[in-house]
Structure formats: C-alpha cells, structure tokens
C-alpha cells in the first residue's frame, strides 16, 4: 500500500541521514587526530634536536667561562673547535648539511650574491668569498649562503706607447725627419722677421 511505501522510504531516509552523520563525525575526529599526531610529531622532532643541540651550547658556556678564567689561548681555541665538531656532528645527525659556496660556480638556488667583485685569481661567477654559510636539509634550502661572486679580472687601461730609452738614438723615418726640421726651423729666431713695435 501507499503508506506502507511512504514509511518504509521515511526509514530508509532517516538510516542514511544517520549514516552520512556518523560518517562526518568520524572524518571530524579523524582530522583532529591527524592534526594532533602531526603537532606531537614536530614537537617530539623539536624536543630530539633540541636534546642533542643542549649538550653543545652547554660546551659553548664551558669554553666561554674557561676564557674569563684563562690566560692560555691554545686551550680556548682548541676547547672552541672541540665545540665546533660537535655542532657540525649533531647537525649532520639531523639531516642538515653545509652548502659549498667557496670556489664553485655561483648558484642562484643556493647562494644569495651580495657582491660583485674584480679578481685576477677567480674566473667571472665564481664565488670568491662566503660571508654566510648557508645551510639545507635534503632539498629543503633552511638559508641560502651569503657570498661575493667574482667579475673575473679587471680590464687593464691601455698603456701609452713606450717611450724610446733615452741615450739610444732613434732610428731615422722620413716622418720623423720632417718633424724635426720643422721642431728646429721653429726654434730658431727669424732673422728676416721685422722687430716687433714697442
């Protein structure tokens, strides 16, 4: 009968509207679990680096205490590079490396040129000098290096002709000879010239 189809299709309705909000409750709680298990992750990532960064600061304030107190430069500078490696140690437990910079063709992806500069020993867009180390994990760019890129040498002036060394005498061209007749005619006095009106 009619009725019986109406409430059999009112069932039917209201089972899929409670489906489809179960469904929308559970993707809800679904995306702040993602969202929670993904802050926890980078927290934990943060706490991990930061245990093993503590250890080198903690060096760092040794070796800076150690100055105050010492006069023996040799102990503090080996102490300073002691704290050094472990740095680079931690960092590349961690994933992160050092960018090359000195000496290799300039690279706008990984290098930030804050100057250009003249150098007679580095060919042009080589970089010549690394202000800034830049740093990268994987092929994440964490900073880019700051460095001075070379415009290869600088262009020399040219240079006047060399002049004859005095003592020698020139050699003899018809040019040569002209002007000097002339240079000389120039310098004598004209004996034919009338005297000047005082």
Not at 103 to 126: C, K, M, R, V
């Amino acid at each position: 009968s009619p009725e019986e189809l109406l409430a059999n299709a009112k069932a039917e309705t209201r089972a899929m509207r409670d489906k489809m909000l179960r469904a929308a409750a559970e993707f809800e709680n679904f995306r702040k679990r993602a969202a929670r298990e993904a802050d926890d992750a980078r927290k934990r990532g943060t706490l991990a680096a930061l245990k093993d960064l503590l250890p080198v600061f903690d060096n760092l304030e040794r070796a800076t205490a150690h100055v105050e107190e010492s006069p023996e430069t040799a102990a503090i500078v080996e102490g300073l590079r002691l704290v050094h490696r472990q740095f680079i140690d931690v960092l590349g437990r961690m994933g992160i490396e050092r960018i090359g910079a000195l000496g290799l063709p300039f690279d706008p992806t990984l290098h930030e040129s804050i100057q250009h500069l003249h150098s007679p020993e580095h060919a042009p867009g080589i970089v010549m000098a690394e202000l800034q180390p830049g740093y990268r994990l994987g092929d994440t760019l964490l900073r880019p290096a700051m460095v001075v890129v070379s415009r290869g040498p600088a262009e020399e002036p040219v240079a006047p002709p060399a002049a004859e060394p005095a003592g020698e005498p020139a050699a003899e061209t018809p040019d040569a000879a002209r002007d000097a007749e002339t240079s000389s005619a120039a310098a004598e006095p004209n004996d034919s010239a009338e005297p000047a009106d005082g």
